[in-house]
């Protein structure tokens, strides 16, 4: 069955990094777009990077020059590099991708930044 496999959420101190990996597995003969959006508690969920099947990316403002967004085709994975991450940072991260010309999602891990 075609998912996508979040890992790389956790407890991180202000300032430090995290990478999360989203990784697609199944029966897969195409993978377009992928990203990721994120839902803090009380808030709405929010848009935070893309990138095409041909590389190209797109940030949201709250994250331009402190996330990376990237992927491996090859090993049909996209990686998402924070850096300098903040309190407000602190949200379920949930990675999207179109495989077969279908939407699928992670399973949404968590992401703390926190003393």
């Known amino acids: 069955q075609v998912q996508l496999v979040e890992s790389g959420g956790g407890l991180v101190q202000p300032g430090g990094s995290l990478r999360l990996s989203c990784a697609a597995s199944?029966?897969?003969?195409?993978?377009?777009?992928t990203g990721w959006y994120r839902q803090a508690p009380g808030k709405e969920r929010d848009w935070v990077a893309d990138?095409?099947?041909?590389?190209?990316?797109n940030y949201a403002a709250a994250v331009k020059g402190r996330f990376i967004i990237s992927r491996d085709n090859a090993k049909n994975t996209t990686y998402l590099q924070m850096n300098s991450l903040e309190p407000g940072d602190t949200a379920v991260y949930y990675c999207?991708?179109?495989?077969?010309?279908?939407?699928?999602w992670g399973q949404g891990p968590q992401v703390t930044v926190s003393l």
């Open positions: 999207y991708g179109a495989i077969n010309s279908i939407r699928y």
């Open positions: 199944g029966n897969i003969f195409s993978i377009g777009g």
């Open positions: 990138i095409t099947s041909g590389g190209k990316t």
